[in-house]
């Protein structure tokens, strides 16, 4: 049987400190619920004395959540002990996380103390813990920087006092791989009572590197791996859950595995990337929106007779139906072919030459080709009429009044105006947008990024949209970014090739 990897999610703790990433207590418990479903084993759920609002999350999430151990953030400082257990108090399975700095940038810049003080400071504050909880984790902030033989000291008094868990994170995103892997290592062979605790990592992202440091640091002899969902974290993030989860699948000859359910690591990167308005990159491993994409003809070529061929990992397993054939100007002929079979076309191999080059007239002016585009290239108008929707006005109102929209939609070759009020105008004009539709949509997903930065920015929008199994996406940018919302709702609608609803 493999060797089991604790993942320690601190999405909620961590990751939520980003600025503009602030989540109410209805919205942890929502990610909290889905982080248990999702198998993690701890839920970093706050930090109860940094704020009321955090006190009162860890203690509904304790409420909440029970399968998994919920673990509250302290400073090595008795009332943040004391506020940190009262706030866990209700938890099922419970852990106090505290610490105190160990690099001389903590011990004598920040903290202004001495490496002896600090020992001492972390001794008592493992020992107030312990009063309230078994389960105590000793964090050495900054440990990426730290001289080694100190950070063995430090790992073997806490561990000494009762810690049951010592996290030695690279606070900076300081560490090589191999650096931060020796690290652990060196702790593993020097510290006499390291088998009386679990060493977790916690890798911050400054250098691009936290995953390979975490993963180098399990392989020396980590057992617990603290992450977030997509990576969030304070300025370049946190080494992300799924990039761990997967690493490990993939490479079943390292035999440690995390017992995580991948199949709701979509789900979830869903869930926290809308619910924190913090877009994933589009090529972000695992969960960006390009990660199954194969837009190169060869790579398109290879996929469609076998998908090992370029896809180390079955968009199954993370819960993605099918790899996206994205088309392109670099699609070849066979992506070309499967999705006119989609589509229901079985052309012959010279009805597929004539059209691909049709094709790539098309795609060196547009940069991605849809099925309207298709049919459009193989000649079926008539089907095109229903699919070509175009929004030709749009008006909406707002502010203190109920908003309402007035949309007016081309169907091919003839109009059609809707009105409707919504919660907000994009609302209104979706929602007078679907009264002139036949088919059920769902609006799943809605993300607006600005492309650079001020109010006169472009405003890009990525929209999600579900219909029955179908799941598509909508883009589009517009300096007025309520236009933007309505134009990337109805570009999801055109990939759905949805149809006019007759009286
Ligand atoms: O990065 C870090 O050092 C932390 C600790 C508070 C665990 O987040
Ligand atoms: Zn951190």
New binding site residues.
């Given amino acids: 049987m493999s060797q089991k990897l604790y993942i320690f999610d601190t999405t909620l703790r961590?990751g939520e400190q980003v600025p503009g990433c602030q989540l109410n207590t209805t919205e942890k418990i929502e990610v909290a619920k889905l982080l248990e479903e999702l198998g993690v084993d701890i839920i970093e759920a706050g930090f109860p004395i940094s704020s009321p609002g955090d006190f009162n999350s860890v203690r509904e999430i304790s409420k909440a959540v029970s399968a998994p151990t919920i673990c509250a953030?302290t400073r090595a400082v008795k009332k943040d002990i004391d506020v940190a257990a009262d706030a866990l108090k209700l938890a099922k399975h419970k852990r106090i996380?505290t610490?105190i700095g160990v690099s001389p940038q903590h011990i004598y810049d920040k903290l202004r103390s001495t490496p002896e003080k600090i020992i001492e400071s972390a001794v008592e504050a493992v020992k107030y813990a312990k009063k309230y909880v078994e389960d105590v984790e000793f964090?050495a902030?900054?440990a990426g920087r730290a001289d080694v033989e100190y950070l063995a000291r430090v790992v073997e008094a806490v561990i000494a006092a009762g810690a049951t868990v010592v996290?030695i994170?690279d606070?900076t995103g300081y560490c090589f791989p191999e650096e931060y892997g020796a690290k652990i290592k060196y702790l593993v062979d020097h510290v006499k009572n390291v088998d009386r605790a679990i060493l977790s990592t916690?890798c911050?992202n400054d250098l691009g590197m936290a995953t390979a440091n975490t993963l180098a640091g399990v392989l020396n002899g980590a057992r617990q791996a603290e992450v977030t969902i997509n990576g969030i974290g304070e300025r370049a993030g946190n080494t992300s859950l799924e990039e761990v989860v997967m690493a490990l699948r993939c490479h079943k000859e390292i035999d440690i595995d995390t017992g995580i359910n991948s199949k709701l690591i979509t789900k979830a990167s869903h869930l926290v990337s809308s619910l924190m308005n913090m877009p994933v990159q589009p090529n972000k491993a695992i969960v960006g929106r390009n990660a199954f994409a194969h837009s190169s003809g060869i790579h398109q070529d290879g996929v469609l007779k076998q998908r090992e061929t370029y896809e180390i990992i079955d968009p199954q397993d993370v819960g993605i139906n099918e790899s996206v054939i994205a088309l392109t100007a670099r699609s070849g002929r066979a992506a070309l072919g499967h999705r006119l079979e989609l589509l229901g076309y079985d052309l012959s191999q010279e009805e597929l030459d004539d059209t691909y080059q049709k094709f790539l007239a098309l795609a060196d002016k547009k940069k991605e080709i849809h099925d309207y585009d298709l049919l459009y290239l193989v000649g079926d108008l008539d089907r095109m009429k229903n699919q070509s929707i175009t929004l030709k006005y749009l008006q909406v109102t707002t502010g203190t009044l109920v908003p309402s929209a007035t949309v007016v939609l081309k169907f091919g070759d003839h109009e059609r105006m809707a009105t409707s009020i919504g919660n907000g105008p994009v609302d209104a004009a979706v929602s007078a947008i679907k009264s002139l539709i036949k088919e059920k949509v769902i609006l799943t997903e809605f993300l607006m990024q600005a492309m650079t930065k001020g109010c006169n920015d472009v405003g890009r929008v990525h929209v999600q949209v579900k219909c029955g199994n179908r799941m598509v996406h909508g883009f589009a940018a517009h300096t007025d970014t309520t236009r933007a919302s309505v134009e990337a709702f109805i570009d999801a609608l055109r990939v759905l090739n949805v149809t006019e609803k007759t009286e």
């Fill in positions: 961590d953030l996380h610490g964090y902030e900054d996290n994170p606070t916690h911050h």
